[in-house]
């Protein structure tokens, strides 16, 4: 399967090259410059609701259904000049654009980007947990003879992340060959180190930042190669040198070219429905990748009236009197009441029921209040 397979994809402007470096093989695409097409809508605009700069995950998350979650990331060598405060904004932009373009395509999946509640913020990408990270060597340290050294990034960009996470990575740093603008690891299951993709800010064939543009549309054609496309065994996966790719045509985001003035909302995901999404086959689909949030998510609201506490609301410690969260349409929760001493749990209202542990189907909106009291004083023994 597809899934376990490590390898690199670059997609290119200019001439296709293959190359075959040792331990990897580096799937090539081309942007095929003067071959334009009309622009596509203009991404909403978001406003980046953080201020600073920080390499670790922000905590408490948004997205509590699942440990799994994809953090975006914007690196620089230790001499690089520091965007990143210019560049929030139009990064959160596109990541929007994204979340937006792959609701069109399934409305009932998107991917979970890592978000972080920062105070006043009214928008969901807003709250896009966005982190900086000044890399301990100099840019020279990053490129190799085929452009970028991707081993030497993750490396270095290891201690940032863990293997429940996808990294997305903005890269503003110098590249050998200018016309390469991405490329990723394809490790369908596993996060950390491998689970990178990387979007070169410095490269010449897309400058669109925060236009859900061509860089959004390279942006996601990395993440659905982390995701684990384009299996080999998709009917319509391209022979070699473009393998990792579909060829069935030319509007899939996994095809191995695309055209100067193509935009997200001009791509499509998996064409037919029959290669690397959503398919019937017997190999690895993407639409089942644990880095997809389930959707619509329903909000679980979960309190405690009088002496005692409910557990189990994802993402929440034992909580009192309310907590809630938003969550996976499909996902499983079970709540427990916790009575504190010197009282008793009487009962649940709402979705729950009886005095034992609930299970609650978040397949829409629940509330559940579990009833404390205080414990009955024994009575006296007749002499």
Same mark, same amino acid.
């Given at each position: ?41 203009t991404?909403? +605009?978001v406003?980046w &609701? ?5 390499s ?12 799994? %979650? ?8 230790s #001499?690089g ?13 596109d990541?929007?654009?994204?979340d937006?373009w792959?609701?069109g395509q ?9 978000l ?5 913020c ?6 896009? #947990?966005?982190g ?6 100099? $840019? ?5 003879? !085929? ?7 993750a490396?270095?960009?290891? !201690?940032?992340?863990?293997q429940?996470?996808? *990294? ?7 590249t050998?060959d ?6 990723s ?16 800010? %410095?490269? #010449? &064939?897309?400058?669109?930042?925060? %236009?859900?543009g ?11 190669? =982390?995701?684990?496309a384009?299996?080999? $065994?998709?009917?319509? !996966?391209?022979?070699?040198? #473009? =393998?990792?790719?579909? &060829? ?7 095809y ?9 909302? *001009?791509a499509v ?10 398919h =019937? ?6 639409? =089942? ?10 909000p ?29 349409s499909?996902? $499983?929760?079970?709540?427990?009441a916790?009575?504190a ?13 009886? *005095?034992?542990? &609930?299970?609650?189907a ?17 009575? +006296?023994?007749?002499?």
């Amino acid at each position: 399967m597809e899934a376990t397979h490590v390898a690199r994809m670059q997609l290119r402007c200019g001439a296709v090259r293959a190359l075959r470096p040792l331990a990897f093989a580096l799937f090539v695409a081309a942007a095929v410059l003067g071959l334009a097409r009309p622009a596509g809508a203009t991404a909403t +605009p978001v406003t980046w &609701c953080g201020t600073d700069e920080v390499s670790t995950n922000r905590v408490p998350n948004l997205q509590v259904s699942s440990a799994h %979650q994809i953090r975006v990331v914007y690196a620089i060598p230790s #001499d690089g000049v520091d965007n990143f405060a210019a560049d929030a904004s139009p990064i959160a932009t596109d990541i929007g654009a994204m979340d937006a373009w792959w609701r069109g395509q399934d409305p009932t999946r998107t991917p979970r980007f890592d978000l972080y509640p920062f105070p006043g913020c009214t928008t969901t990408f807003g709250d896009l #947990d966005l982190g900086f990270v000044r890399l301990p060597h100099p $840019a020279v340290s990053y490129i190799d003879s !085929s452009g970028v050294n991707l081993e030497a990034l993750a490396v270095d960009l290891g !201690s940032t992340t863990s293997q429940d996470v996808k *990294t997305l990575v903005y890269y503003d740093g110098p590249t050998v060959d200018p016309d390469i603008c991405g490329t990723s690891f394809t490790n369908g299951l596993s996060g950390g180190e491998i689970g990178m993709s990387f979007l070169f800010l %410095q490269a #010449d &064939c897309f400058t669109d930042l925060g %236009q859900g543009g061509g860089l959004a549309r390279v942006a996601l054609h990395e993440l659905i190669h =982390n995701f684990g496309a384009v299996p080999i $065994a998709a009917p319509n !996966s391209c022979p070699p040198p #473009d =393998n990792g790719h579909v &060829c069935d045509s030319t509007t899939d985001i996994m095809y191995p070219y695309t055209y100067d003035g193509d935009t997200l909302d *001009t791509a499509v995901l998996d064409v037919n429905r029959d290669d690397y999404y959503g398919h =019937n086959g017997a190999w690895w689909d993407v639409r =089942n990748s644990p880095w997809l949030a389930h959707l619509p998510q329903f909000p679980l609201s979960a309190s405690a009236q009088g002496p005692g506490k409910v557990a189990g609301v994802p993402g929440v410690a034992a909580c009192g009197p309310t907590c809630s969260a938003t969550l996976d349409s499909d996902l $499983a929760v079970r709540l427990v009441a916790r009575p504190a001493a010197g009282s008793v749990f009487l009962g649940w209202r709402g979705v729950c029921t009886g *005095t034992g542990a &609930c299970r609650v189907a978040m397949n829409g909106p629940k509330s559940a209040v579990a009833r404390f009291g205080p414990k009955p004083k024994p009575k +006296p023994k007749k002499r």
